[in-house]
């Protein structure tokens, strides 16, 4: 068991609903174990200029419900040299910080080790839309924004319907296609376009037609936004274009942030929750360097150097003398999450086209 008196929670890379949720059971966690919480405003950049809140039951009582995150976020390249490290450490010494918690995605979790290897034990909580985080199922927020996008997608048909047309949307996701994969299940899409998986494009422009010569008015192509041309351009535009130039009514909708904001799911509340007294938790068992991870509708921990390089594995990244460090046993277990991420993705996949035929 570790005694710590003060612990700093923030909130990094890009925004999450249920972000909030989270701050505040840290917040609650905390409290029954006699800790105090000091807000950093501003991720990294708020460490670094010692812009603190103190965060007391009172101060977060209403905060579950709102989206965005009421500490801010920021990227801070100055975080990652080492004078802006050792400024950000300093802050945790002049203030009585004994740990911290850092919600974002990975780029937040390396900032998180840093400040393990520092001396202030630090703790990863995955807050991103993207569920871009190879070592957990779940990253809070995603179910929010493909609720966000379902029923934009909705309305999109509404107007697609009247008017006879097809839209291709584009939605958020990074490099990771689950966010358009779950969109286009829920909203009856003819077709997703993800980076994970090939894509067929004269195939779905059969499909389109032949919806059309059916007499189907509206149809409803989600394309991931990391998917790309050969020229690095994105692909939604391309297949836009495409399609219209062989003589189909079509309007192109980019989502982008827009999904991002609102109000968190039950879903974002709740796991934000968990998770975030979990984050406690293992500060207090004396644990850090560890990313909260959702496997299999449990919550667990994860050494964060072990999930930063099993995403890596994933994203067919790694570097030489990367796995060096891990045993046969942890290789392994490396490639059985990427092949459950993979299957899981190749599962939505064959949803969408089952729905589409
Ligand atoms: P996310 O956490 O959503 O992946 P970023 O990649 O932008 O978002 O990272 C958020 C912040 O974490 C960065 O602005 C920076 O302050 C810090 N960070 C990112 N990468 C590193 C790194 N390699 N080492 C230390 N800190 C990092």
Do not use: W
Not at 76 to 93: D, L, M, N, Q
Not at 155 to 173: A, I, P, Q
């Amino acid at each position: 068991m570790a005694t710590f008196r003060k612990i700093g929670v923030l909130t990094s890379g890009g925004d999450a609903p249920g972000m909030n949720a989270c701050v505040k059971a840290v917040v609650h966690r905390a409290k029954e174990q006699g800790i105090e919480v000091v807000g950093i405003n501003g991720g990294y950049a708020g460490l670094i200029k010692g812009d603190l809140v103190d965060l007391t039951s009172e101060k977060v009582a209403n905060i579950i419900g709102e989206g965005g995150t009421v500490l801010y976020t920021s990227r801070c390249p100055e975080f990652k040299t080492e004078e802006g490290i050792g400024t950000a450490v300093k802050t945790c010494r002049d203030n009585g910080i004994d740990a911290l918690i850092c919600i974002g995605g990975d780029g937040t979790f390396r900032g998180a080790t840093d400040m393990t290897f520092h001396g202030v034990p630090s703790i990863g909580v995955p807050g991103t839309i993207d569920n871009d985080i190879t070592a957990t199922d779940y990253t809070i927020g995603l179910d929010t924004s493909i609720n966000t996008a379902a029923r934009l997608i909705d309305n999109l048909r509404d107007t697609n319907e009247s008017h006879d047309r097809c839209g291709v949307v584009e939605l958020m996701g990074n490099e990771c296609g689950q966010i358009a994969l779950y969109a286009a299940i829920a909203s009856g899409a003819v077709a997703c376009a993800i980076p994970e998986r090939p894509f067929d494009e004269d195939a779905v422009i059969r499909r389109i037609f032949a919806r059309r010569a059916a007499g189907t008015r509206s149809t409803i192509v989600v394309v991931a936004e990391g998917l790309k041309t050969p020229e690095g351009t994105p692909y939604s535009e391309a297949f836009y274009k495409k399609i219209k130039a062989l003589g189909i009514q079509a309007k192109f909708f980019r989502a982008a942030h827009v999904i991002r904001g609102g109000r968190p799911t039950v879903r974002d509340r709740v796991t934000a929750a968990r998770m975030g007294n979990r984050a406690v938790e293992c500060l207090v068992n004396g644990e850090s360097n560890l990313v909260v991870c959702e496997e299999d509708g449990k919550i667990t921990t994860m050494d964060i150097a072990f999930a930063l390089i099993a995403d890596r594995m994933y994203k067919n990244k790694l570097k030489e003398g990367d796995l060096d460090r891990f045993t046969p046993e942890q290789i392994d277990r490396m490639k059985a999450i990427c092949e459950k991420r993979r299957t899981e993705i190749a599962a939505l996949y064959a949803t969408v086209e089952h729905i589409a035929q």
